[in-house]
């Protein structure tokens, strides 16, 4: 193996274990990072020799549009599932629209704006069915690919970091029903577009030709939130949970990306997904009311690119579900608490490069 082949392999695996050093879910615990299409895989761009030929030129615009939905509905202590009769049927539907701007071959400017709409039957106090929908907390930020492309083993790496704004509302409420009474109560955390405070994420996406119709994909990123809670009142009584806890999120991804013989710029994918809210954040406290967790999941998807489109849908389906119990659980010796997790998700998305 050459010294570039190496390297391109030393570093991608090194940052996506830093992706995904912390422990995760979808569903109740409240997840939020986008995944981006990663079309470098099916067309070349950026002048990378890809399986469908080459190019020279720099796209100046890309504008990616995903979506990804799921129902929870499997009740989870730890990592035990719990059959329910009544189930909490949490749904959600999450738009992010991404914007990448290249200033040269390996700088670019990135931005993603998330739109939410869910709903949530509550079964226990205070009950009733919450509906939310808004835009969610911006990113914008910087991506450098570390080789110029076009690089001459098919390989390379791309590091990124972004600013989270408090754009989404953190406080959406609904009506619901208390001791009899109808109430205006705090919608369930895992609804809520934004959490309020300002964050920052890294995260890094790879990739290395392995044969003629075959390349390893890495994806990572992780989201650091220094603000402890964001002061937003829940409906729970319990000691240490009375308001919102502002999480750390992540997200990882790594396969192989096969292209279909003889099909012009088709291609499937294998691979896995992690993804969740650790217990602990890295930087700041992890008080008031949170449902760390974390879900790993076998991640089949298929890729077609025509033209300047890319479209690719990925349906990672559960393997592994957990729900540890959170800071004030811990401390105040509380129960372990619960989530309701998905069995699959649906994620679809078309990118053009203008």
């Not at 029903?177 to 109560?185: P, R």
Request: hydrophobic share 35%; aromatic share 12%.
């Amino acid at each position: 193996m050459s010294f570039f082949n190496s390297k391109v392999l030393s570093i991608a695996l090194a940052l996506v274990a830093i992706s995904g050093e912390w422990a995760f879910a979808q569903g109740c615990v409240a997840a939020h990072s986008n995944q981006r299409t990663f079309d470098e895989l099916i067309t070349g761009s950026y002048g990378e020799v890809s399986h469908t030929g080459s190019h020279d030129w720099i796209h100046n615009l890309t504008v990616d549009i995903g979506y990804r939905e799921f129902n929870s509905n499997k009740y989870y202590q730890g990592s035990t599932e719990i059959p329910r009769p009544n189930a909490v049927r949490n749904h959600q539907n999450i738009f992010d629209i991404f914007a990448e701007y290249d200033l040269s071959h390996r700088w670019s400017i990135i931005a993603d704006v998330p739109v939410y709409n869910g709903s949530r039957n509550q079964i226990y106090p205070p009950t009733g069915i919450f509906y939310v929908s808004g835009v969610g907390d911006i990113t914008v930020g910087v991506q450098s690919w570390l080789f110029r492309p076009p690089t001459e083993n098919g390989g390379n790496v791309a590091v990124n970091m972004q600013l989270k704004i408090p754009t989404g509302t953190d406080d959406a409420t609904g009506a619901a029903t208390l001791k009899g009474q109808t109430v205006i109560a705090t919608a369930d955390q895992s609804l809520q577009p934004g959490d309020g405070t300002w964050a920052f994420s890294v995260g890094s996406q790879a990739y290395k030709k392995l044969w003629h119709t075959a390349t390893a994909y890495a994806q990572g990123n992780y989201l650091f939130s220094p603000a402890n809670t964001n002061g937003v009142s829940t409906f729970r009584s319990q000691p240490g949970q009375g308001v919102m806890s502002a999480t750390d999120q992540y997200l990882y991804r790594a396969g192989i990306v096969q292209m279909v013989p003889k099909v012009k710029r088709l291609a499937f994918s294998a691979g896995v997904r992690g993804e969740g809210v650790p217990v602990h954040d890295l930087f700041g406290g992890s008080d008031g009311f949170r449902r760390p967790g974390f879900i790993f999941s076998f991640d089949p998807g298929v890729m077609f690119n025509y033209k300047r489109d890319t479209i690719s849908v990925n349906g990672p389906w559960a393997i592994y579900r957990d729900r540890p119990p959170s800071v004030p659980e811990i401390k105040y010796n509380i129960t372990n608490g619960d989530a309701f997790f998905s069995d699959y998700t649906v994620i679809a998305s078309i990118s053009h490069h203008f």
